[in-house]
T-cell receptor, first 119, second 113 residues
Framework: DVKVTQSSRYLVKRTGEKVFLECVQD?????MFWYRQDPGLGLRLIYF???????EKGDIPEGYSVSREKKERFSLILESASTNQTSMYLC??????????????????FGAGTRLSVL | TQLLEQSPQFLSIQEGENLTVYCNSS?????LQWYRQEPGEGPVLLVT?????EVKKLKRLTFQFGDARKDSSLHITAAQPGDTGLYLC?????????????FGKGTHLIIQP
């Protein structure tokens, strides 16, 4: 089974702190994603990465950065945490789309989430 | 940006009742997935549908992909408290070069004993 592990289930930080959220997957997936999930807003993509050292902005990258130094690990960084970054953060991974396949089943596997509170 | 609209947003019913939730878009998807998310956990894949008109069954859950691959439904028969959760649909853009999915905002389902 695919396993996506997020380093913390709950975090409480102070405004202005630098925050690191870590995600590790064990299935050799090329793609990794960071989302935040808020009531009424659903899942919103922050950043994704399709290869080591590669990153792409998602829909809401402001206030965040990411790092992918190894294939299995994707880190989300809040440079200076603010109260509006209080949220549930979800990491996901998936196989790179196989363009040779007639039908590509693009499945994302999620971690259990990190609930971050910024005070 | 493609959008997936899910309805209803919230649904609370009694154990044993049947229900249907919907996922609609004006765009065509090569496949559509349903996930269930329990409180405090990440979403877990339930099913992927890839062919227009396809019907898949998972015990008491029946998933259907619309003929035009723009919409999908999830029907639960004789709902149980264990079915409680957030149900998310996610579409894979047809012909898309990127590997991201478009997620709906979800249906919060509560099954009361």
């Amino acid at each position: 089974d695919v396993k996506v592990t997020q380093s913390s289930r709950y975090l409480v930080k102070r405004t202005g702190e630098k925050v690191f959220l870590e995600c590790v997957q064990d299935m050799d997936h090329e793609n990794m994603f960071w989302y935040r999930q808020d009531p009424g807003l659903g899942l919103r993509l922050i950043y994704f990465s399709y290869d080591v050292k590669m990153k792409e902005k998602g829909d809401i990258p402001e206030g965040y950065s990411v790092s992918r130094e190894k294939k299995e690990r994707f880190s989300l960084i809040l440079e200076s945490a603010s109260t509006n970054q209080t949220s549930m953060y979800l990491c996901a991974s998936s196989l790179r789309r196989q363009l040779t396949l007639e039908i590509a089943k693009n499945i994302q596997y999620f971690g259990a989430g990190t609930r971050l509170s910024v005070l | 940006t493609q959008l997936l609209e899910q309805s209803p947003q919230f649904l609370s019913i009694q154990e044993g009742e049947n229900l249907t939730v919907y996922c609609n878009s004006s765009s065509v998807f090569s496949s559509l997935q349903w996930y269930r998310q329990e409180p405090g956990e990440g979403p877990v894949l339930l099913v992927t549908v890839v062919t227009g008109g396809e019907v898949k069954k998972l015990k008491r859950l029946t998933f259907q992909f619309g003929d035009a691959r723009k919409d999908s439904s999830l029907h639960i028969t004789a709902a149980q408290p264990g079915d409680t959760g957030l149900y998310l649909c996610a579409g894979d853009e047809i012909g898309g070069g990127a590997d991201g999915l478009t997620f709906g905002k979800g249906t919060h389902l509560i099954i009361q004993p």
